[in-house]
């Protein structure tokens, strides 16, 4: 049974009520549609500053914004090209190349644990972001400058990008599971919040993406991403954190075996590693042909040779429809249980799968359609989808968290993920390899898109690992929370302090 308190109760269905009557209007006055519009999305962020506190939604801005939207936008079209034209390297070993990408989310448990038990001068997030800030900054300057550059220096200062976003992202995923449980009312629009950023991020990043290349090569272009980097060693010095002066009581070896036994303790739980099994399959099974298709899209005889203005453009439009998907569920969805709404949305994420293979083997030049249109109308579609389908399963995760070890936990959920989406790359790097789809042969790519899209409806037949319940009602058990309450001590969460929020001092 979900643990239940009278007073959170009650703030939770104020706050439901509240984020029911953002835009409330009097009989004798009324504003135009347009107004309300307008006015009802600074209302909502006025409320979660005030709820969740203003350095929490500030945060959420440059870290999702910044450093997750915008970076990876722009990282994901100047990577393609640069291994395309400066390492002209093959399809296949791409992909092999982003699955490493993956691995310092997947190191995410270690990164929190890291801020838990080394604290430095008594801070334990401040010179976290400023290390991630230089890591970043100093590899996109390095592959930026450096001439003739080797493969393997190339993949690891590509990796160092990833590493600074995976590191801050530690932060700001622990005070957004710490503020789901706290208030549960929240945790969709906290969802909300960090879609919207990334989403308006990415459209900035993909929009400038395409010109960057053309003008200054795809490798110059990588220099880029050291601004975003930057940003982060500013909010190093500048975000507000108490310092902790006092001895720490537990050695490092202690800490750590109870944050480990923690987790191991929850995962065990049912109502955990059965949604938590879901979805590593789900991402896993989604094997990812991205870099075949992008080969295809910018070759001149085989594909529609589209230029990287064009790539660029397509990818902005995209992350249009990804805000989008992000207001749908925020209006319309985020009330709905949580197998129900991810059953759907697998289901439609695997139909609109065939929009790729329509394209790949030109049916639509048989129907009349323009593949710039085409292209567009697909990438929006898969976009839509692909958010309405993993925001509610970021709630979940939230949702998972007990409280105590909130912050080390959900960066190890979101390292399952990251191992999910790990194998979904390694996954779709070895069906190109072994369909032979290479820079310039793409004969079989039509069939690894079936398999892809296959593969996409076979996870519909684990929906049962996922809880039926409400996202609003569905929580923890109650038994569960208690032991990790109990293995728990004052700071050993991961969790970036709110302003408002006192340090114990008994």
């Known amino acids: 049974m979900p643990l239940k308190d009278t007073t959170t109760d009650q703030s939770n269905k104020f706050l439901y009520h509240q984020k029911s009557h953002l835009s409330p209007l009097h009989?004798?006055?009324?504003?135009?549609t347009f107004l309300i519009i307008i006015r009802e999305p600074f209302q909502w962020l006025h409320m979660l500053c005030r709820e969740l506190n203003t350095s929490f939604v500030m945060g959420v801005v440059i870290v999702y914004g910044f450093n997750q939207g915008f970076s990876f936008s722009f990282f994901r079209v100047v990577s393609d090209y640069y291994w395309k034209d400066v390492q002209k390297v093959q399809p296949s070993s791409v992909q092999l190349f982003i699955g490493f990408y993956y691995i310092p989310w997947l190191m995410k448990p270690i990164w929190g644990?890291?801020?838990d038990v080394f604290p430095i001068r008594g801070y334990q997030r401040r010179p976290y972001f400023i290390v991630a800030g230089v890591i970043g900054f100093a590899s996109a300057l390095i592959v930026a400058i450096t001439a003739k550059f080797s493969v393997l220096m190339a993949l690891l200062c590509l990796i160092?990008?990833?590493?600074?976003?995976?590191?801050?992202?530690?932060?700001?995923?622990?005070?957004t599971a710490r503020n789901s449980i706290k208030k549960p009312a929240l945790a969709p629009d906290m969802q909300s919040l960090c879609m919207f950023c990334s989403s308006v991020g990415a459209l900035i990043g993909y929009s400038t993406s395409g010109m960057v290349v053309h003008h200054l090569g795809s490798q110059a272009s990588l220099g880029v991403l050291a601004m975003p980097a930057l940003l982060l060693v500013l909010l190093g010095f500048f975000i507000y954190e108490l310092r902790n002066n006092r001895p720490c009581e537990k050695k490092v070896l202690e800490k750590v075996g109870g944050a480990m036994s923690g987790m191991y303790t929850t995962i065990k739980c049912p109502q955990v590693w059965k949604p938590t099994l879901y979805m590593y399959l789900s991402l896993a099974l989604s094997i990812s042909t991205q870099e075949g298709q992008f080969y295809w899209f910018t070759n001149p005889k085989a594909g529609p040779a589209f230029s990287q203005e064009v790539v660029g453009v397509v990818y902005a439009i995209g992350a249009l429809a990804s805000i989008v998907g992000v207001l749908?569920?925020?209006?319309?969805?985020?009330?709905?249980?949580?197998?129900?709404?991810?059953?759907?949305?697998?289901?439609?994420?695997?139909?609109?799968?065939?929009?790729?293979?329509?394209?790949?083997?030109?049916?639509?030049?048989?129907?009349?359609?323009?593949?710039?249109?085409?292209?567009?109308?697909?990438e929006c579609v898969t976009r839509i989808i692909t958010r309405i389908r993993w925001?509610?399963?970021?709630?979940?995760?939230?949702?998972?968290?007990?409280?105590?070890?909130?912050?080390?936990?959900?960066?190890?959920?979101?390292?399952?993920?990251?191992f999910g989406a790990l194998s979904s790359k390694w996954g779709g790097g070895m069906v190109l390899h072994v369909l032979h789809v290479t820079r310039t042969d793409f004969t079989n790519l039509w069939l690894a898109l079936l398999i892809r899209n296959l593969l996409r409806f076979s996870a519909l037949s684990l929906i049962f690992l996922i809880p039926k319940g409400a996202q609003l009602d569905f929580m923890a058990s109650s038994d569960l929370l208690r032991k990790n309450?109990?293995?728990?001590?004052?700071?050993?969460?991961?969790?970036?302090?709110p302003m408002d929020e006192k340090p114990d001092e008994s």
């Open 27 to 32: 009989q004798n006055h009324s504003p135009t």
């Open 113 to 115: 644990l890291l801020t």
């Open 160 to 175: 160092g990008v990833t590493a600074r976003v995976a590191i801050a992202d530690v932060m700001i995923d622990a005070c």
């Open 328 to 378: 749908i569920y925020h209006k319309l969805l985020k009330d709905y249980p949580f197998r129900n709404l991810l059953f759907f949305a697998q289901l439609l994420y695997g139909i609109s799968g065939m929009l790729d293979l329509i394209f790949v083997l030109r049916w639509n030049l048989k129907l009349g359609i323009p593949d710039y249109f085409f292209v567009v109308t697909e």
């Open 391 to 418: 925001m509610p399963m970021m709630v979940l995760n939230t949702r998972l968290c007990p409280i105590g070890i909130e912050g080390t936990f959900f960066a190890l959920l979101m390292c399952i993920d990251s």
């Open 485 to 497: 309450q109990d293995m728990t001590t004052e700071e050993e969460g991961l969790q970036l302090m």
